[in-house]
């Protein structure tokens, strides 16, 4: 197996740095948006696991990537909890619960076993490159379960937090998020990574208080699993100085820091800080850009490409096909 | 006058610290929108002297605050500059130019003597409360101009910054600000506030090849006409620490930023830093964080109290005052 995002988290010696894209399965993709015509919604795409397992491999084949990601969405821990997800055609997640935290559920990670199987597949079809599967971050979870969307601020979930009263509901989220994870590591995963995209929203004071605590927690809970961890927030220029000690492997970072002085400050490995916007751009510019990134990452060690976010669906497959060439083209010296 | 802003910027001795609120005169004052009503757009608004005189005062009488910041709009420099500028009803700004830099114009400061009058006017109405004058940065109003709207990440800009095309364009914004501030400063403005809201896209790189570059310039030349500068900027925890050589006298900062931290490390004055949703908040919850805020400032003087970023149209004028009130009611022991 090619174990080269292993090792570089480690700390090992490399002589290239290895590469996977965040939603590198995704619209942009002419043969993703194929096999997604085959369901009607989003959600039964996500549940239908044979569907599922073979979008999770298009990027082993498409892109020649480091690393596969297993192909699911976040909300998924919160249907068994009680919150309902549906997906409207062109539109973002919406979620349907009665509001009351008390109603809230322990769950099992049998409750989610598509996940399971979809992993499970995606080992048995391919012994290549690591599997990585990922959860959401118990902040970002309940900003959706209280806000649905970020796109007015998190005026619902911030309210619900300087109230006091959400407390009991983010340590039931990172208690149900350990066993999520617990279930996807004995189904075979060989990393974990926590996606925290709304803690950007957040006033350091209130990230401190509100996302970092519950963080913190959650990440020394599945350490314990003893699988590499990392942890991908976006608003990463302003907390990543609160993230000192998290006991994560791995801090995927966005284009706001300037990884240099982060990776000497840190004994983390560090992920990602490419603007993703690069992609909109020529060739010239993908090349120039990427190895403008690679040439100043101080270490020869414990880095990992990738964008500062996900990939776009209207990016293009070539284009992301040559960002990935030039990443495995590139020798540490 | 009352030049409790002034002083607290010079760092002399203050019992309590300065406050006004960005987009104070805006449409969450029933006696503002009972002004915008008698014009139809809001171009002819901006430029109806008398009206906007009357916005400004608004603040003045309604919430007693330490300043009044003129009522404009930062995209009035761009028209002399051959940018016509349109705003739909409930939208945002639209802008229509040919998209050649070549054609872009020089400024005289008389090309938008509505401005000064508008000054003149707020001047001449009271004297109890410094006057500030106000421009958008730099890179801001670059990416008005090739993107006209934040929503899609400044795609076109960073294209174009990246492709080497926008340096002149930058420069002859820097020129016809410097110029465009200078009437401001002639006409009677106590104090000067440049707006860069739009940074807040840009990965730390750009931020310094492409913003902060033609910022130190351009605050350069603007400080030698002698009247305090306050730089406001979003993405304040990312790019502060790009920050510390600029020459302004003050730094406004979003909720991002650890305000005790920077205030510890940087010679600057700071100003802002709560969380503008605060105020959807209750008033118990409005009167603590803002304490909260005010017995963590480390200096007994040099900051300016304000929020994160403008007042939002759904706001209520009466949490408003009362968190001018609090404000003014703290005590610096």
Redesign the interface.
Known sequence: MNDLILRSIRGEKIDRFPVWLMRQAGRYMPQYRELREKERDFVSFYKNVDLSVKASLLPLELLEVDALIIFSDILVPLEPMGVEVRFEEGEGPKLYWDGNFKSLKRISYEDTSFVLEIIRGVKASQSEVPVIGFCGGPFTLLSYMLDGSPHK???NT??CL??GECKQALGLLVENLVEYVKGQILAGVDLIQVFDSWVLH?????FEDYANVYLKDFIKSIKEFNVPVIYFFR?????L?ALKDLPADCISVD?????VESMEVYSHAFQG?L?P??L??DLE?IRR?TL?LLRCIPRKTRYVFNL?HGLMPDMELEKVKYLVQVVKSYRIA
């Open positions: 601020g998190l005026r911030k309210l300087w109230s957040l006033s350091y004071e209130d608003g990463s220029g302003s907390f100085k284009w706001t820091v300037d990884i800080n603007d916007y690069v909109y751009a510019t850009k403008d500062g």
